[in-house]
């Protein structure tokens, strides 16, 4: 979360590229003045000229501060006016709020990623924190949407021979998803010492979570990328909440075991 003296303050950032993901997906990448610092798990209030703000999650390495990449789809007008920019355009940006997410080898040294969709640039920060040297896991899967594709920006980390890479199936029903997990358990994977983080849309993600309960997995080490309306980013809309729960505050990335009620 930002201290007290920056919840609301507003840095100016100058678009230094666009890069055309897909049809509606664009990754922006940003200079903001006097750099931007995050930590996986956070996220940042992006405002765009004339349309206003928006939040949206960084698909950049944490340890780079001197500029920030966002990768977006466009579903509205903020989105929308973001597709337009060009480089040399100015965006304000605000934060990082939102709770860092810090994966401990040492009480389960295993990791894996499951994403589809927008996710696959979501996942991006915690890939490259998992990959820094910091974090000593002893398996590292990435289960990823067959038809999706990572950031184009050029500064991906190499997974070859780091990452388990794996293709999620298409979801066609709950036979199709607990296929999916077996998969998963089948390829070396421990339920009983291995954290699971879901990036995979509200929907899959709950059909997801529920498929791992029932194939052993702890609900305290279920991760699910949780997205809600966000306008305030600080807890004073209401309009993020998740049963008793600010995701603005205390996710996005929530723990399975703090959700009540994973269809509200």
Same mark, same amino acid.
């Given at each position: 979360?930002?201290?007290?003296?920056?919840? #609301?303050?507003?840095?100016?950032?100058?678009?230094?590229?666009?890069?055309?993901?897909?049809?509606?997906? +664009?990754?922006?990448?940003?200079? @903001?003045?006097?750099?931007?610092? #995050? +930590?996986?798990?956070? #996220?940042?209030?992006?405002?765009?000229?004339?349309?206003?703000?928006?939040?949206?999650?960084?698909?950049?390495?944490?340890?780079?501060?001197?500029?920030?990449?966002?990768?977006?789809?466009?579903?509205?007008?903020?989105?929308?006016?973001?597709?337009?920019?060009? @480089?040399?355009?100015?965006? /304000?940006?605000? /934060?990082?709020?939102?709770?860092?997410?810090?994966?401990?080898?040492?009480?389960? %040294?295993?990791?894996?990623?499951?994403?589809?969709?927008?996710?696959?640039?979501?996942?991006?920060? #915690? *890939?490259?924190?998992?990959?820094?040297?910091?974090?000593? !896991?002893?398996?590292? $899967?990435?289960?990823?949407?067959? $038809?999706?594709?990572?950031?184009?920006?050029?500064?991906? @980390?190499?997974?070859?021979?780091?990452?388990?890479?794996?293709?999620?199936?298409?979801?066609?029903?709950?036979?199709?998803?607990?296929?999916?997990?077996?998969?998963?358990? +089948?390829?070396?994977?421990?339920?009983?010492?291995?954290?699971?983080?879901?990036?995979?849309?509200?929907?899959?993600?709950?059909?997801?979570?529920? $498929?791992?309960?029932?194939?052993?997995?702890?609900?305290?080490?279920? !991760?699910?990328?949780?997205?809600?309306?966000?306008?305030? $980013?600080?807890?004073?809309?209401?309009?993020?909440?998740?049963?008793?729960?600010?995701?603005? +505050?205390?996710? %996005? *990335? *929530?723990?399975?075991? /703090?959700?009540?009620?994973?269809?509200?």
């Amino acid at each position: 979360m930002a201290s007290s003296k920056t919840l #609301f303050q507003v840095k100016k950032a100058v678009v230094e590229r666009v890069i055309r993901e897909t049809p509606d997906t +664009r990754s922006i990448l940003l200079r @903001p003045e006097g750099g931007f610092s #995050f +930590r996986p798990g956070q #996220f940042a209030m992006v405002t765009a000229p004339d349309a206003g703000e928006a939040p949206f999650a960084p698909s950049s390495s944490a340890e780079k501060t001197d500029t920030v990449r966002f990768t977006v789809r466009r579903v509205g007008s903020v989105t929308s006016r973001i597709h337009a920019l060009k @480089p040399g355009d100015i965006v /304000g940006i605000r /934060g990082p709020y939102g709770k860092p997410f810090s994966p401990e080898p040492q009480t389960d %040294p295993e990791i894996a990623f499951l994403c589809r969709g927008i996710g696959m640039a979501t996942v991006m920060p #915690f *890939l490259c924190a998992v990959l820094s040297g910091k974090n000593n !896991f002893t398996k590292i $899967a990435l289960w990823a949407d067959p $038809a999706g594709e990572f950031p184009k920006a050029g500064d991906n @980390p190499d997974f070859s021979g780091t990452i388990d890479v794996m293709r999620l199936e298409e979801s066609s029903g709950n036979d199709s998803v607990m296929n999916q997990v077996g998969s998963l358990t +089948r390829s070396g994977f421990h339920a009983e010492h291995g954290s699971v983080l879901l990036f995979c849309g509200q929907k899959e993600n709950r059909i997801l979570s529920e $498929a791992l309960l029932r194939s052993g997995f702890r609900p305290e080490c279920i !991760f699910l990328w949780t997205e809600r309306k966000m306008s305030c $980013a600080i807890g004073q809309c209401r309009h993020c909440t998740v049963d008793h729960l600010y995701v603005c +505050r205390e996710g %996005p *990335l *929530l723990p399975m075991s /703090g959700l009540r009620n994973l269809r509200g």
